[in-house]
């Protein structure tokens, strides 16, 4: 200890300045002695902390090709059972009534609708818990919620139950456990995002066309109970795939928590993605276009029976649909790669169009072969639309703010989903035709598609802005920088003139 004490003491000794030299000649010698020792301590730790964070390299592959089929099988695995209800609502109306029973009918079809609706409705909800606990933790939960209420749902035996079983426990769960498939994307890939999302979303179209195949044959031979039950191990596998979302993407600085365990506000409820135009813009107009999006969807297997008759091969349609839906997924999720910016949205814009003139033209089909045309360019642009949904949502806000931006468009995407096929049947019960119907459900695409065109000129008038104010902050620094070189000059010759 001594010999140390004495080591520090003729350190000091010989850092010593003399007396009479002035305290700010000291602080730049030591400032300069410094900086030849590499010694400095100024903030560049730092700035280089937020340089890295900003120029975020995503990996564009490796452990990302395995998070990109852990989120298929999500999309798979979720949707395929949603849109396999068709086939479970059969066998439950023969579990717990008769099929010709129209109020059972009408009352069992209800928990299809809840269960879809809700996995849309929570998305908010899920957001924020994604923002907090992260995506591995969220999507496993979920999962595992998700498999707790299909496995409940086996042992029903009364519709009632089924509500909350099927209905509002499967149904979030599964919430829990989509969307942040979706998300986690934008943590692995960005030149490639558009590709890898239409592979995520194109699980769905490959389970929603096998899917119903596989369970009329389990129903047949193991019943309704049973099935569910082996559906269950879909739901376990999703649980098992949530473990591979591993995030990459630097956590923000405000999301931090200093010994609190209450995190802030600002994250519970991100207001930044209000404050884009673009965003809000983006958020209102797809839920105006789905008024009339799912209609055809609903009613076309009814509208086929009335006007070709019962022995008509409709079931051909809804493959025409899944088949040229997965494939539009894969060739537009590859061609928004190349599509720069928000300029994304044009995609998206065209296939509301598309949709929306062939919701029109099915009541002008009098031939069946002309409806398998229809529901192929429908289904074609109904994948369009649904690949690029995340890549926009990542142009418009961030990285750091998609997972409440995508969650805020799907839970408003669930009101007109719940609402416009019921006034399409509503007015087919009215009117005796679905004619009226298909041409109203195809005004709502083409206005909303729209209203996406002003998206790309208001991000261009943004940068534009934000370019202007950035040039002008510029030139006022650059201006001090003169001010401040001009007054130790100025300053002698005020002192010469106060002296004469």
């Known amino acids: 200890m001594t010999e140390g004490n004495n080591m520090q003491e003729d350190a000091a000794g010989k850092d010593e300045m003399p007396a009479d030299v002035p305290a700010e000649e000291k602080r730049s010698e030591e400032e300069e002695e410094k900086r030849e020792n590499g010694d400095s301590k100024v903030s560049v730790p730092e700035q280089a902390a937020g340089a890295e964070e900003a120029e975020f390299v995503h990996p564009e592959g490796g452990w990302g090709w395995v998070v990109m089929l852990a989120a298929m099988w999500c999309n798979g695995s979720v949707f395929g059972i949603q849109n396999a209800f068709g086939i479970l609502f059969l066998s439950l109306l023969r579990e717990f009534g008769s099929e010709d029973d129209e109020d059972l ?96 979303t194109a699980g769905s179209s490959v389970f929603t066309v096998t899917l119903p195949f596989m369970l009329s044959g389990l129903l047949e031979k193991v019943g309704l109970q049973n099935t569910m039950r082996l559906l269950c191990i879909l739901m376990f596998v999703l649980m098992l795939a949530g473990f591979t979302y591993r995030p990459l993407l630097p956590v ?25 135009l673009g965003y809000r813009i983006w958020a209102f107009g797809i839920p105006a276009a789905l008024y009339g999006y799912f209609v055809p969807y ?45 300029n994304k949205v044009y995609l998206q814009v065209t296939s509301f169009l ?54 805020f468009l799907l839970g408003l995407m669930s009101v007109p989903m719940t609402v416009g096929p019921p006034i399409a ?55 001090k920088m003169i001010e401040l070189e001009k007054s130790p000059v100025d300053a002698p010759c005020k002192t010469g003139e106060s002296v004469l």
């Open 252 to 276: 923000k600085p405000g999301n931090t928590r200093t010994g609190s365990q209450v995190p802030p506000m600002s994250q519970i409820f991100n207001l930044n993605i209000w404050r884009s």
């Open 105 to 200: 009918r009408f009352k069992t079809a209800w928990v299809g609708s809840l269960s879809m609706g809700m996995i849309f409705f929570c998305s908010p909800i899920v957001s924020v818990f994604t923002d907090i606990l992260g995506c591995r933790v969220t999507a496993v939960g979920g999962a595992a919620v998700g498999l707790v209420g299909l496995l409940a749902s086996s042992f029903v035996t009364s519709l009632g139950p089924m509500y909350f079983t099927y209905g509002i426990v499967f149904a979030c769960g599964c919430s829990f456990a989509y969307q942040p498939s979706l998300v986690i994307l934008g943590h692995y890939f960005k030149t490639r995002l558009g590709l890898v999302n239409g592979i995520v």
């Open 298 to 342: 609903v009613h076309l297997m009814k509208h086929v029976e009335e006007r070709f008759g019962k022995d008509a091969n409709k079931e051909v349609l809804l493959m025409c649909i899944g088949i040229t839906s997965g494939v539009g997924r894969l060739i537009f999720g590859r061609v928004a790669d190349y599509v720069q910016g928000v």
């Open 354 to 407: 598309v949709i929306g003139l062939m919701s029109m033209m099915i009541p002008l089909c009098h031939i069946f072969g002309g409806l398998i045309a229809v529901c192929l360019l429908m289904g074609l642009f109904d994948g369009c639309f649904i690949c690029i949904m995340a890549p926009i949502a990542f142009e418009l806000v961030g990285a750091k703010d998609v997972s409440q931006a995508i969650g």
């Open 425 to 479: 049947g509503f007015l087919r019960d009215r009117l005796g035709s679905y004619d009226v119907a298909f041409y109203l459900a195809g005004i709502p695409p083409i206005v909303g598609g729209a209203v996406l065109c002003l998206i790309p000129w208001v991000e261009a008038r943004r940068k534009r802005r934000e370019k202007e104010e950035a040039l002008s902050k510029e030139q006022d620094v650059t201006q």
